[in-house]
C-alpha cells in the first residue's frame, strides 16, 4: 500500500481520543460500603427524639423523678419566714460574725505564730526540751482555735434553728454550697486537662494531626468533668447532711429535705453532662460525615486522572494546519 495524498481533516488540537477499553474504565463509580452508608444515613436528632421515647416508655417513674428534680433545682426557693423569726436570725448571725471578726481570727493568728516558732525550734529527727515546750504551746493555741469554731458554730446552730431547712435562708445556703462544689469539680476538670494536654504536646508520641489531637482533647476533658462533678456531688451531698443537722430539723423533715436535694443534685449534674456528651457526639458525628464526603470526592478526582492518563490521548498530528496522512 501506498500512502494517498488525499487529506482528512483532523480533530482540534485539544481533542482527546480514548479508545473503547479505556471509555469503559470511565463507568459509574463503584457503590459504597455499607458501613459508610449507615453513617452518611444517620440522623443525630432523630436517634435522640427516638431514645428520649423509649426512656420515656419504660421509665416513667425515674423520668418524673428526674423533672422533678430540675423543677426543684430551678424554681424551689423555700419558705418564707416571719418578721420576728428573721430579726432573731439576723441578730444571732451578726454575733457569730463577730465571734469570728475578732476571737477566732485572734486565735488563728496566735497559733500561726506558735506553729512557726516550733517549727523553726524543731531538728530532722528529734525534739529537745525547748523544741518540746514550744509544741506544747502550739498545741495549746490549736485547741483554743478549736474552741473558738465549737463557740461560733454553736452560735450558728442557734440562728439557724430559728428559721429551719426549708426556709429561704437554709435553701439559699444549700444553693451556695452545690454551686461552691459544682466550680471545685470545674476547675478539677480544667487542671487535668490542661495536664492531659502537657503530655499531649511532650515528644517522643505518636504523631497526630490537629483535629485528632483536639478531639481526643475534647473526650479527655469529658472525662475528667465526668470524675470533677461526681466527686463534689458526693462533697455537697456531705456538706447538705451537716447543714441538716445544723438547722436541727426533726429526723423525718431532715431526711424529706436530703433526699429532694439528692433528687435535684443528680438531675441537674446528670442533665448536664448528658448535653456536654451529646453535643461532641453530635459534634464527632458531623466531622466524620464531612470526612467522608472529602475523601469521596479526592477518590472520585483520583480515579478519572488514573482512568484518563491510562487511554489514548491523540492529537491532531501532521503537518502545521491540522492534516494528517491515512493510508488506503
Known sequence: FRPSRHRCPSAPRSAVVVPARAAARLGPMPPKSEAVQKIEELDFGAIVVSTTTSV????PVT???WVL?????????GFSVGDGAREMYGLTLQEAEEVDRNELAKAVGIMRRAEEVYYNSKGWWSCDARCQKNKDKF???????RRVQQKRDMIMTEARRQVGIWSVFGVKEVRASFWTA?????DFAARWTMMDAFMLMMPGGREETFLSAMFKLILQYAANLTMGLIGAFFFFIYNVYTLVVSYGEPALSGLAFFLLVCVAGVATVGTYLLAVYGTIAGG????????LKQAALEEGGQRQRRQVT???VHYGGGRVGGARTHFD
Not at 428534680?69 to 426557693?77: D, I, P, T, Y
Open 284 to 291: 464527632g458525628l458531623f466531622l466524620v460525615k464531612q470526612a
Open 182 to 186: 459544682w466550680q471545685s469539680g470545674k
Open 69 to 77: 428534680g430540675l423543677l426543684l433545682a430551678a424554681f424551689a426557693n
Open 56 to 59: 420515656v416508655k419504660k421509665r
Open 310 to 312: 491510562g487511554g489514548y
Open 63 to 65: 423520668v418524673s423523678l
Open 139 to 145: 498545741e495549746f493555741a490549736q485547741a483554743e482555735v
